[in-house]
């Protein structure tokens, strides 16, 4: 439970980290036409958390159906 | 199935509608950059101005442009030269005074088209003359007058120095804390069915809540964070909602490590229910009291206005209402599959 939101604060920070290694390469993208690609950006990271929220719940899935193979 | 799941696909319809109309919906033209920003009385100046979503060249001839002192004090543009749809050069004849009574001044600029609509630059332009004469100035300014100013077009949502096309992060960031805040609330209620009743499926329903709530809350700072720097300039401001949310945050996970620490099934469902309440009876006064009462960077906090007025129109209003909705219903979506998997996992270890 712990790996998993460690891991998923560790996700978020290399984005961050991409994110701001992004700008210093292509000088000014996020703010590029109007500032919409900060709006993209928060629309992936939405997407993301909610990929990793059901990652965790497939991990426990998995783990539980493997128990019911067990007890058969 | 589809009179059970009903809600599951009222909420994708919805979230498919904010997507689609809070992204596409363009903004209302607006005026991106003037200059020159500082103008002389008695000269012939030239000003650039660069549009946003604007089409000066569809209505060149059409095109009006007046600098306005206070007081509804005009002077129209002696010749517009278009460039191209976001460009055109403006040029006007400064009297030698200024209605004013000192040197210096401030005026606004007004651009009215039959496409884009009225559109006023909102920081001024500074004026300035050398000598006063508030007579001879007012003589030289009351020539003009600014009327039958068209209206622009009607689905767009406002433009806004500063936020720009951010102004969409309200459909995607806001309702991610409606949600949250929603899910804790329901969270708490079914801590409250487990204290009354001891009813261990009250448990397991309230840690999914709050597991669904947390993600929310954690994608909420995060997309705030990142919205910040783009706006504010900073991910983290060390503004009082910024630190209220992130200390709510922490209390809530002390929540999931405080389950932790327990191996008695009974004793863990049963304190985790009482911290549970006292977590939310925290978050109340973090997120919604302790903001409005010292400055806050946020809308609505401090002696911040509330998103209103310009900042959310009637158009945003449509997006923004039903997106409050569709996240919330999301959020509720996700924490139903939490507690399934929890209560498999129940029921796996009573076996």
């Known amino acids: ?72 | 199935m589809i009179r059970q799941s009903w809600w599951k696909i009222l909420a994708v319809v919805i979230l498919l509608y904010t997507f689609l109309a809070g992204l596409l919906i363009p903004l209302k033209p607006g005026i991106a950059e003037v200059t020159p920003r500082a103008l002389q009385a008695g000269t012939e100046v030239e000003l650039t101005v660069t549009g946003y979503n604007s089409y000066y060249s569809k209505a060149k001839n059409e095109l009006r442009a007046w600098l306005k002192l206070e007081g509804d004090v005009v002077l129209k543009a002696a010749r517009i030269e278009v460039v191209n749809d976001r460009t055109m050069k403006l040029h006007f004849n400064l009297p030698q005074y200024l209605p004013s009574d000192s040197k210096d001044d401030a005026c606004s600029l007004i651009l009215d088209s039959p496409i884009d609509g009225a559109i006023v630059l909102p920081e001024g332009i500074a004026l300035t003359q050398d000598s006063v004469n508030l007579l001879e100035g007012k003589k030289l300014w009351s020539a003009d007058k600014m009327d039958q100013l068209n209206v622009g077009p009607k689905l767009t949502f406002p433009y806004r120095s500063v936020l720009y096309e951010t102004i969409r992060n309200q459909y995607f960031h806001v309702p991610l804390w409606f949600a949250m805040i929603f899910l804790f609330m329901f969270s708490v209620n079914f801590s409250v069915r487990y204290l009354r009743k001891y009813d261990p499926d009250a448990d397991l329903r309230t840690l999914a809540l709050n597991r669904a709530g947390f993600v929310f809350g954690l994608l909420g700072t995060v997309t705030g964070a990142i919205w910040a720097k783009y706006t504010w300039g900073a991910f983290w401001s060390w503004d009082v909602k910024q630190n209220m949310t992130a200390v709510a945050l922490l209390i809530y996970s002390a929540y999931f490590i405080l389950r932790g620490a327990f191996q008695d099934e009974e004793k863990k469902a049963r304190l985790s229910a009482v911290y549970n309440i006292f977590a939310f009876a925290a978050l109340i006064p973090l997120v919604f009291v302790i903001p409005r009462m010292t400055d806050s960077l946020h809308p609505g906090n401090g002696g911040n206005p509330a998103f209103g007025g310009e900042d959310l129109d009637n158009t945003m209003r449509m997006v923004f209402y039903p997106a409050g909705i569709g996240w919330t219903l999301l959020g509720f979506w996700i924490a139903s599959v939490a507690y399934r998997v929890e209560k498999l996992q129940q029921k796996l270890l009573d076996a």
């Open chain 1, 1 to 72: 439970m712990i790996w998993n939101r460690l891991s998923l604060v560790c996700v978020l920070t290399l984005l961050f980290q991409q994110m701001a290694f992004a700008q210093q390469a292509s000088g000014d993208f996020l703010r590029s036409i109007g500032h919409i690609y900060v709006v993209v950006a928060v629309i992936l990271i939405i997407f993301l958390g909610i990929v990793l929220f059901l990652l965790y719940l497939d991990r426990k899935l998995t783990k539980l159906e493997n128990q019911i193979k067990d007890n058969e």
